[in-house]
């Protein structure tokens, strides 16, 4: 079983719809983080969570929002899903600081 | 502004030649590197890493030097393999966890 579990693991949906991502883990890590992936931008930080009660933006926030329900689950929100939302999803986890982190194999969603 | 870079989008090497990939960074207070292989369909896994402290950390066939004057990051990888065929990130962090990450080389190595 894999360590970072994403659902889904593909999505399309229409504009203007509210949509949720799911990120659990089993490695008993504090940290978690939710990234996006664009063509040539490489991987982006959307909001990260040292611990169930710390949620902090990242750099392309907008648009966006989290909800860390548990040490393991940490959930990204689009309220009202837009075409340029349209991008590969990754979440994250990590023990403490400069230990790499551990990636799920993302979600591929698409707006249309 | 792109903290980190990786000016070559793709890159082709013979199997059993060295593969040079290259990363530039531009805010002198990242102190910890890191080198992420991506398969398609699969999340990004961790490769190498180096603290500034170093300029050289190897790992098998896998070494990642550290230019701070430079400000320059490179993975070798010596013998290249079909297998490594795959996307490398390189990735930056100032402390505090958070991660800069380059857009990414795609490695092909040809039998």
């Known amino acids: 079983d894999a360590d970072v579990t994403q659902t889904p693991r593909n999505r399309i949906t229409k504009t203007g719809k509210r949509i949720m991502l799911e990120c659990s883990q089993t490695?008993?890590?504090?940290?978690m983080y939710w990234y996006r992936q664009d063509p040539g931008l490489g991987l982006r930080l959307i909001y990260y969570?040292?611990?169930?009660?710390?949620?902090n933006k990242g750099e392309i926030s907008d648009g966006y929002s989290v909800s860390r329900q548990a040490q393991a689950k940490f959930s990204l929100s689009l309220e009202s899903a837009i075409p340029n939302q349209t991008a590969l999803y990754f979440c994250?986890?990590?023990?403490?600081?400069?230990?790499?982190?551990?990636f799920g194999d993302g979600t591929r969603l698409s707006i249309l | 502004d792109q903290q980190v870079k990786q000016n070559s989008p793709s890159l082709s090497v013979q199997e059993g030649r060295i593969s040079i990939l290259n990363c530039d960074y531009t805010?002198?207070?990242?102190?910890?590197f890191l080198w992420y292989k991506k398969y398609p369909a699969e999340g990004p896994t961790f490769l190498i890493s180096?603290?500034?402290?170093?300029d050289k950390n190897e790992d098998g066939r896998f070494t990642v030097f550290l230019n701070k004057s430079a400000k320059h990051l490179s993975l070798h990888i010596v013998p290249s393999q079909p297998g490594d065929s795959a996307v490398y990130f390189c990735?930056?962090?100032?402390?505090?966890?958070?991660?800069?990450f380059g857009q990414g080389t795609e490695l092909s190595v040809k039998p």
């Open positions: 805010n002198s207070m990242f102190d910890y």
């Open positions: 180096i603290s500034s402290i170093k």
């Open positions: 990735a930056a962090s100032e402390g505090g966890g958070k991660l800069i």
């Open positions: 969570s040292f611990d169930v009660k710390d949620i």
């Open positions: 490695k008993g890590h504090d940290r």
């Open positions: 994250a986890t990590s023990d403490f600081t400069d230990q790499p982190q551990h």
